[in-house]
């Protein structure tokens, strides 16, 4: 114990460490055009990135939309009457985002407003206010607001990201638990490590991460209070304590556990910590995950020869295998309205992010990487999904549209990244 002392730091609230840097590669053929317009400004306004910058980088990452530099707008409107919707057609716009921002006191005020071109008609139109130090997340909010308008689905640019950066620090290897907004600003360092941490997991209310952690020489499952640094250990048994998922309610984790022998899964009561044993195989059952309804679990089994993704509609129920197309399929990631599960495949030795729609059974591979490595993580709101993978040698994050149709990397300034984790929509 005294080593692991030594061995480990952590921290609720650490400086900025490792950023992730942000790399469009890929956009949708069918992006939507979209402008916005430069937010004026009244006020002295803090230092750093420009709310509307801000919004323009968030819509541009989801390569749905199509943003037009300033530089080639015909004129730089904040409010309605400046608008001149025969320009903006010109310049092939569908719709323009204007505002304003005004500075009082430590708060900064964002007046905005977004159009549709061809009607000529305002869709969208609010003030928010945020603390002057913290115009990044109004900016988020904004744009998650403007997603919205335009797509009818909540955008997800004000969660959070949690993964893991690997360096070396004097030889040795340096494990960082690490926290950040969806596109790699702000990291947080909240623990670091010289051993393994594994499959961090959100707690629904975002306020807790579940984490896998060698710092004692094996597998311990923990849960972290992102607020205090506060770590409660809620898995030490012996042999493997892996693969924590929270429930829909935050009271239970689903884990995999071989205390028992044969690694299995299990569901925990966190109040009781009472353990209830869901599957009861001789082969090894791992990467549980609750599906949309909140009952049901996805998990891998080798049951059939190999890593496959198995669905157990309710506790104890006889498991129906859902993949079928190669010989290797693990970690499944279920989307949040049951239509699909999302997974590492492999198919001619190379590995990639694949998907089968549950009511067809039809499996559809998602990327072009031939080196997928950790598991996919979908975004709260169905229309993104994160995974890691090799890229030049090292281990970057990759985000890609649900489709497959618009991609964007996620390098760390220094080292390797990987198990990605998106957090929830926390309102």
Same mark, same amino acid.
């Given at each position: 114990?005294?080593?692991?002392?030594?061995?480990?730091?952590?921290?609720?609230?650490?400086?900025?460490?490792?950023?992730?840097?942000?790399?469009?590669?890929?956009?949708?053929?069918?992006?939507?055009?979209?402008?916005?317009?430069?937010?004026?400004?009244?006020?002295?306004?803090?230092?750093?990135?420009?709310?509307?910058?801000?919004?323009?980088?968030?819509?541009?990452?989801?390569?749905?939309?199509?943003?037009?530099?300033?530089?080639?707008?015909?004129?730089?409107?904040?409010?309605?009457?400046?608008?001149?919707?025969?320009?903006?057609?010109?310049?092939?716009?569908?719709?323009?985002?204007?505002?304003?921002?005004?500075?009082?006191?430590?708060?900064?005020?964002?007046?905005?407003?977004?159009?549709?071109?061809?009607?000529?008609?305002?869709?969208?139109?609010?003030?928010?206010?945020?603390?002057?130090?913290?115009?990044?997340?109004?900016?988020?909010?904004?744009?998650?607001?403007?997603?919205?308008?335009?797509?009818?689905?909540?955008?997800?640019?004000?969660?959070?990201?949690?993964?893991?950066?690997?360096?070396?620090?004097?030889?040795?290897?340096?494990?960082?638990?690490?926290?950040?907004?969806?596109?790699?600003?702000?990291?947080?360092?909240?623990?670091?490590?010289?051993?393994?941490?594994?499959?961090?997991?959100?707690?629904?209310? &975002? #306020?807790?991460?579940? %984490? =896998?952690?060698?710092?004692?020489?094996?597998?311990? *499952?923990?849960?972290? +209070? !992102?607020?205090t640094g506060q770590r409660t250990k809620v898995a030490d048994f012996p042999g493997l304590n892996s693969a924590p998922a929270w429930s829909e309610e935050g009271r239970s984790l689903l884990m995999t556990l071989s205390k028992d022998g044969n690694a299995e899964i299990y569901r925990m009561n966190l109040d009781s910590r009472q353990l209830t044993k869901l599957t009861n195989h001789w082969a090894i059952d791992t990467?549980?995950?609750?599906?949309?309804?909140?009952?049901?679990?996805?998990?891998?089994?080798?049951?059939?020869?190999?890593?496959?993704?198995?669905?157990?509609?309710?506790?104890?129920?006889?498991?129906?295998?859902?993949?079928?197309?190669?010989?290797?399929?693990?970690?499944?990631?279920?989307?949040?309205? &049951? #239509?699909?599960?999302? %997974? =590492?495949?492999?198919?001619?030795?190379?590995?990639? *992010?694949?998907?089968? +729609? !549950?009511?067809?059974?039809?499996?559809?591979?998602?990327?072009?990487?031939?080196?997928?490595?950790?598991?996919?993580?979908?975004?709260?709101?169905?229309?993104?999904?994160?995974?890691?993978?090799?890229?030049?040698?090292?281990?970057?994050?990759?985000?890609?549209?649900?489709?497959?149709?618009?991609?964007?990397?996620?390098?760390?300034?220094?080292?390797?990244?990987?198990?990605?984790?998106?957090?929830?929509?926390?309102?």
């Open positions: 114990m005294l080593l692991a002392a030594f061995a480990l730091i952590f921290v609720a609230v650490s400086g900025a460490r490792a950023e992730l840097l942000i790399r469009i590669t890929e956009g949708a053929d069918s992006a939507i055009p979209v402008a916005v317009v430069p937010f004026a400004e009244s006020g002295q306004m803090p230092a750093g990135d420009k709310v509307g910058s801000i919004v323009q980088a968030d819509l541009t990452m989801t390569g749905e939309f199509r943003t037009l530099p300033p530089e080639k707008m015909l004129s730089l409107p904040s409010r309605r009457e400046e608008v001149y919707f025969r320009d903006w057609r010109l310049l092939g716009q569908r719709y323009v985002l204007v505002g304003s921002l005004t500075r009082s006191g430590d708060r900064v005020e964002a007046r905005y407003e977004l159009f549709d071109v061809n009607r000529e008609e305002r869709i969208l139109g609010e003030t928010a206010a945020a603390p002057a130090s913290n115009t990044r997340s109004l900016a988020h909010y904004i744009a998650d607001k403007v997603y919205e308008a335009i797509t009818g689905v909540p955008g997800a640019f004000s969660t959070k990201l949690a993964y893991v950066t690997l360096d070396t620090a004097n030889g040795k290897p340096r494990y960082r638990l690490q926290v950040s907004d969806v596109d790699g600003k702000r990291a947080r360092i909240r623990l670091e490590s010289q051993e393994p941490i594994l499959s961090p997991a959100w707690s629904p209310d &975002g #306020k807790k991460l579940a %984490y =896998v952690s060698f710092e004692t020489g094996k597998p311990v *499952i923990f849960v972290h +209070e !992102l607020a990467e549980p995950s609750y599906d949309a309804s909140g009952k049901g679990v996805f998990f891998t089994s080798d049951r059939s020869g190999g890593p496959q993704i198995y669905h157990m509609e309710t506790p104890g129920a006889e498991p129906r295998r859902i993949t079928f197309g190669s010989r290797y399929n693990a970690r499944p990631r279920p989307d949040n309205e &049951g #239509k699909y599960v999302y %997974y =590492v495949h492999q198919r001619d030795r190379a590995f990639h *992010i694949a998907r089968t +729609e !549950l009511k067809t059974g039809e499996e559809t591979i998602l990327t072009r990487t031939e080196s997928d490595e950790s598991p996919s993580s979908v975004a709260p709101n169905g229309r993104m999904l994160i995974y890691a993978t090799r890229q030049n040698g090292s281990n970057v994050l990759t985000v890609i549209s649900a489709d497959g149709g618009a991609a964007y990397s996620l390098p760390a300034s220094e080292g390797d990244v990987r198990e990605p984790a998106w957090g929830p929509l926390v309102r």
